[in-house]
């Protein structure tokens, strides 16, 4: 029965997205100045960053960089996320964090030319948008503790209730820790005095397991606070988003802070503690939320059409704009957890152009970010190429 529901509603939405072709062909005769002010955003990772700058000197990297920025460009997006802070380090001179390890092989190397500088630079003379894409809490994706250095804030809490040693996930900054805090804050307020960067903008990393903050709990009970601790977790993550957002709105009341939460919203407030909703609804968070929407139409579990639909119904903060993320790096790839549709990204060459077609039609949404631009503009084989050449066509 179940797999007779799953057909009948792929059917639906295939015939559904037929008839939302026909409906944009004719919006898209209405000219170009809606298109105009469509926001259209490309992640620029660490792993674009490492694997084409690693080695460079600056006039290189400085060509790199250019070439980078003319392909978006002539693609028609007009914001960057560019990853200036992956691991507890930086991508410009800092006098918080290390050189960014994985872009310059190690923390103590110094950084040739500032690359920051040059993508904000070379963007905004092609009318282009920078956002500072930091993960606030994330210190290594492993274990490993060794190439951390002693100019990384990390080493010296390393052992402490600051930060925590995953096993099979990684290093990662408790984020109830008030230090900690102050510490992303800081790295923050360095990024917007120095820096004509657009915005600030936080990946889905909050709480990276379920013990890295108990004694912080435990002396918040003592003290008297009778919260649980899903409740406790909540409020410790509202309450530093409020203090990002405030500074970034002191520095200059027209630079954007925003989140990509994950798309699944049961699992911002049973894993992650973070509290979408509220930062959807009330005033005092954020600019622009951008879930990630990493799912097909065929997906299971999480169809694309419908989680969307939930999420533009959530928002009810007219202050406050949808931007979702989507999964151009899936395109051609079996998507593992994606139960009967797990083979649409393959069968399919259209799915991106299909679901930025969905989106426009939605009241609250104002445009998209693809993960990510490796997926965009390296080799792609043929199922991706062509997607590639579809999502040209609609921009």
Known sequence: MK??????????ILISLLKLEDVLTNKEKEGDALMNEEIRGVYVSYIELSKYLDGK??????????????KMKNDKFNWIFLHVRAFSDSLYPSDIYPTHYLVYGNEEEELSFDI??????????KGMQVHAWINPFRVRNSGATENISVKNPAFS??????VKLIPGKGIYYNPASEEVQQLILSGIDEILTRYSVDGIHFDDYFYPDDTIDLENYEAYQKAGGNLSLKEYRLQVVNEFIK????????????????????????????????????????EG?????????????????KPYAIVLNEWSEKLTNDKVFLLPALAFYKTGEVDTYAGLGSTEWQE????????????????????????RYGS???????????EYQNLKKIL
């Open 3 to 12: 797999k007779i529901l799953m057909l009948l509603f792929v059917v639906f």
């Open 116 to 125: 920051l500088q040059h993508f904000i630079s070379t963007a905004h003379e």
């Open 57 to 70: 000197n600056e006039e290189e990297g400085k060509q790199i960089i250019s070439s980078m920025i003319e």
């Open 285 to 301: 968070y954020v600019d622009y939320i951008m879930p990630q929407l990493y799912y097909g139409f065929q997906n299971s579990a």
């Open 157 to 162: 809490y390393l052992g402490t209730s600051h």
């Open 376 to 386: 965009l503009y390296e080799d792609k084989g043929t199922v991706r190429e062509a």
């Open 348 to 371: 399919f060459e259209n799915v991106i152009a299909n679901q930025i077609r969905f989106l426009r039609q939605l009241p609250n949404v104002s445009g998209f970010s693809l993960f």
């Open 243 to 282: 203090k990002v957002y405030t500074l970034v709105k002191s520095k200059n009341p027209k630079l954007l802070f925003g989140i990509a939460p994950e798309g699944n919203m049961e699992n911002n407030y049973e894993k992650n503690y973070a509290d979408v909703l509220t930062w959807m609804q009330e």
